[in-house]
């Protein structure tokens, strides 16, 4: 079955009403997923649930049952062979005020959205970019985790309305690299394969974890590190990363260009073969 509009559930049942109190929008206290959904399953599941417990519990958040979520998950696909699966959790209502005692378990809200209009030539041919004006905020407290409070990204994005630029890399308060307004950053230098240190901010993308672990399981020489601006305009390679898109490579950085290389393609072929034959979504 082909989506063609967008189906909303909130707490398990069909409607898109959340109380006026609730937390996540009142504060953006809560969290996201992501999720691709191909061949009528979501991909990556298990991942997505320990990263989005992960940051429940980071958030003070309580903690949700993944059996309740999955089976929300089934009834919302319900045969649906491609989409994209949003997952929101929230601290649920409270009284006003940053303090959340007044705030009692959690609100689960699911949106599956039609797959995107990517055309094919993103993943063949790469994609052009462009460095963003805005920096991220250096919050350890929250580096990593998907938290709702996303305004760096939102006017990061609106910097550019050129159709041709797919993506604007973002840079932390020092000038070093840290990741797209959707995706995760990737680099080729002298054959070592590197992506920036996201221990002060930025989010840890689930196909990030995959590429590094693909990278161990070859052999690749692969580096969490400070990525600086010079750097990247000197790099053998550069790609992007997140759950629906896969791999992109990169062609340009404003002005500078680069080229799709064979650690790119390689990775790229791995990740399929991953995708392709993952263990079961419900396992």
Not at 9 to 14: D, E, L
Not at 73 to 82: C, H, K, P, R
Not at 146 to 151: A, D, E, V
Request: glycine share 12%; net charge negative; hydrophobic share 40%.
């Amino acid at each position: 079955m082909t989506l063609t509009m967008a189906a909303t559930y909130v707490n398990g049942v069909p409607g898109d009403v959340i109380p006026a109190s609730d937390r996540g929008l009142l504060y953006g206290h809560g969290v996201f997923e992501t999720i691709a959904i191909r061949n009528g399953r979501p991909e990556h599941w298990l991942r997505h649930m320990t990263r989005l417990h992960a940051g429940c519990t980071r958030l003070g958040i309580q903690p949700f049952e993944p059996a309740l979520l999955a089976a929300e998950a089934e009834s919302i696909i319900n045969g649906t062979d491609e989409g994209v699966l949003k997952l929101i959790v929230t601290r649920g209502s409270g009284g006003r005020g940053y303090r959340a005692a007044g705030s009692t378990g959690c609100t689960r809200i699911m949106q599956l959205h039609p797959w995107p209009e990517y055309p094919a030539s993103c993943a063949e041919e790469g994609v052009k970019t462009r460095l963003c004006d805005i920096r991220l905020g250096r919050n350890p407290a929250l580096a990593g985790i998907k938290h709702l409070n996303r305004l760096e990204q939102v006017l990061a994005r609106q910097e550019w309305n050129d159709a041709d630029i797919r993506e604007g890399l973002l840079m932390d308060a020092d000038g070093n690299l840290v990741e797209g307004t959707m995706s995760n950053l990737f680099m080729v230098s002298n054959g070592v394969l590197m992506t920036p240190d996201l221990s002060r901010c930025g989010v840890a993308g689930i196909v990030r974890t995959i590429i590094l672990e693909l990278a161990e399981q070859q052999g690749l020489d692969s580096r969490i590190t400070h990525i600086g601006q010079e750097a990247l305009f000197e790099a053998d390679e550069v790609f992007l990363t997140n759950s629906l898109i896969g791999i992109w490579p990169v062609i340009a950085v404003g002005e500078t260009t680069c080229r799709k290389g064979d650690i790119t393609t390689q990775l790229q072929g791995l990740l399929a073969d991953t995708t392709n034959s993952g263990p079961a979504w419900r396992a």
